[in-house]
């Protein structure tokens, strides 16, 4: 089972930090596997956030966020992490974090064989 959290309501400018934590058997499992993040807002399909390799060594971002969110794993407590700072309100989403079925950086939704249940970013302006 994946669990976000870290979501809410933040102004124009600000930051907030998502974790996305594996529990249960599926913990012990995802330490080979490449994480991501998307998001989804209102109307519009599920977009690519970020993704980070197995160990952690590569990441991949999506231009809209690049230089202002990071990813980040701890395989130790199987979790991942998405540390956005200078939000914007078009940032303002529902983010799901996901398991790849390989091991890289994927983007593409195909990629993702588990997703967790999402958790809201408001940004207001």
């Known amino acids: 089972q994946l669990v976000e959290s870290g979501g809410g309501v933040v102004q124009a400018g600000g930051s907030l930090r998502l974790s996305c934590a594996a529990s249960?058997?599926?913990?012990?499992?995802?330490?080979?596997?490449?994480l991501g993040w998307f998001r989804q807002a209102p109307g519009a399909e599920r977009e690519f956030v970020a993704s980070?390799?197995?160990?952690?060594?590569?990441?991949n971002y999506a231009d809209s966020v690049k230089g202002r969110f990071t990813i980040t794993r701890d395989n130790v407590k199987n979790t991942v992490y998405l540390q956005m700072n200078n939000l914007k309100p078009e940032d303002t989403a529902v983010y799901y974090c996901?398991?790849?079925?390989?091991?890289?950086?994927?983007?593409?939704?195909?990629?993702?064989?588990?997703w967790g249940q999402g958790t809201q970013v408001t940004v207001s302006s």
């Open positions: 249960g058997r599926f913990g012990r499992t995802i330490s080979n596997n490449g």
């Open positions: 996901a398991v790849a079925r390989g091991s890289g950086t994927a983007s593409r939704l195909d990629s993702y064989a588990s």
């Open positions: 980070i390799s197995w160990r952690g060594q590569m990441t």
